[in-house]
């Protein structure tokens, strides 16, 4: 298992698209020898110890929970029993034991199986390792001489069990998205949107985070981000030509530009369905700091260690040089170069990151 959750925390930790370990720079330069020297080795190493940590603990509850099964105890639930393999929800952290003969289908989400002898994946035939992941749309079985302990890694789920089983464990607010998993590098941020009430999914169950953010969702999140001032998105009167009444995110965008937050693209449009850069969007975010919250946001950064800073937009560079330095973004790394990728469309889930760090440092 350690050889399983090792890689799984490198991958982590170099995922990290925001993290306090750039704070430490202060509001002096970031230098790229500090990002290669000081900044990715400690986010490297703080990303592996918090991964490691919490697989390290979802294992051991995982393997508490098959030691006691496999004793002949019931776990910390009451036996159950399921007669086929029709779908049920299930929840982040949920501790589902199975022994010889029993089998569970998962239909969506992500789940793992730890186990003292063998499980297998009746679909394409194979064997399980213990500590493996299973694959969606495929039913397993327990095999002869055999607990196993199916652990839930998404905040939602949908699985089929049958045969008896106990029930035991789960987080106290699980996202309800099947989309993402605690394994991910984003986790933490997207928990955080979704208990601050800053986003929603794309359905009920998934929160599309490869997906990108459109203009008309950012100034939404933006105004969940402010309290949700109806107040103020009552008295914005701003008129755009491409922005219909009817449309959902009318209010928002008008509250955006109103209070400054937000610009056109020209002509009086606004491009709603367009999808926001990485540029467009820590513009966005220093107006709200500077303009609607009132913070300052004075001091420079130095952007020479990043091998794409010719590609920032001049309209751009003071708002990102912010960013960098209050730790809001972050480069990633190809080789031995650190980019910022600023004309890149912004995905859903490093827009969770960028507005977590946003909140919890500035």
């Not at 925390?9 to 020898?33: E, N």
């Not at 929840?91 to 199986?113: E, F, R």
């Not at 394409?124 to 196993?148: C, I, K, M, Q």
């Not at 359905?203 to 953010?213: N, V, W």
Request: glycine residues 12%; negative net charge.
């Amino acid at each position: 298992m350690k050889k399983i959750l090792r890689p799984l925390a490198l991958v982590l930790a170099l995922c990290l698209a925001a993290g306090g370990a750039l704070a430490a720079a202060g509001d002096g330069p970031v230098t790229l020898r500090y990002l290669t020297q000081v900044f990715f080795p400690q986010a490297v190493q703080e990303g592996e110890e918090a991964a490691g940590q919490m697989l390290q603990e979802t294992y051991d509850a995982a393997s508490a929970a098959l030691e006691q099964l496999a004793a002949g105890g019931e776990s910390d639930g009451s036996l159950l029993y399921s007669a086929d393999l029709r779908p049920r929800e299930w929840y982040d952290g949920q501790l589902i034991c199975l022994t010889t003969g029993n089998g569970l289908l998962l239909m969506q989400g992500a789940a793992m199986v730890t186990h003292n002898g063998a499980v297998v994946d009746v679909t394409d035939g194979t064997e399980v390792p213990s500590g493996g992941l299973l694959t969606p749309n495929h039913r397993y079985l327990v095999g002869e001489d055999t607990a196993a302990v199916f652990t839930i890694l998404s905040g939602w789920a949908q699985a089929g069990v049958q045969g008896s089983y106990t029930l035991s464990g789960g987080a106290e607010n699980p996202t309800p998205f099947a989309d993402v998993k605690r394994t991910d590098w984003y986790y933490a941020a997207v928990s955080y949107v979704y208990e601050n009430n800053l986003f929603s999914g794309m359905s009920e169950h998934q929160f599309g985070p490869g997906e990108p953010m459109t203009r008309a969702m950012l100034v939404t999140v933006l105004y969940q981000l402010a309290g949700a001032p109806q107040s103020e998105l009552a008295a914005a009167d701003v008129s755009l030509t491409d922005v219909a009444d009817g449309a959902w995110y009318a209010p928002y965008v008008r509250w955006a530009v109103d209070q400054g937050i937000a610009s056109g693209v020209g002509d009086g449009a606004f491009n709603p369905d367009g999808q926001v850069t990485r540029e467009q969007l820590v513009v966005m975010l220093r107006s709200f700091a500077s303009g609607y919250l009132g913070l300052p946001t004075e001091g420079e950064s130095d952007l020479s260690g990043f091998a794409d800073r010719g590609q920032v937009s001049s309209w751009a560079l003071e708002a990102m040089a912010w960013a960098v330095t209050q730790g809001v973004v972050s480069g990633s790394i190809s080789g031995d170069s650190v980019y910022l990728n600023p004309g890149n469309s912004a995905s859903r889930a490093e827009v969770a990151a960028m507005l977590r760090a946003f909140a919890e440092t500035i």
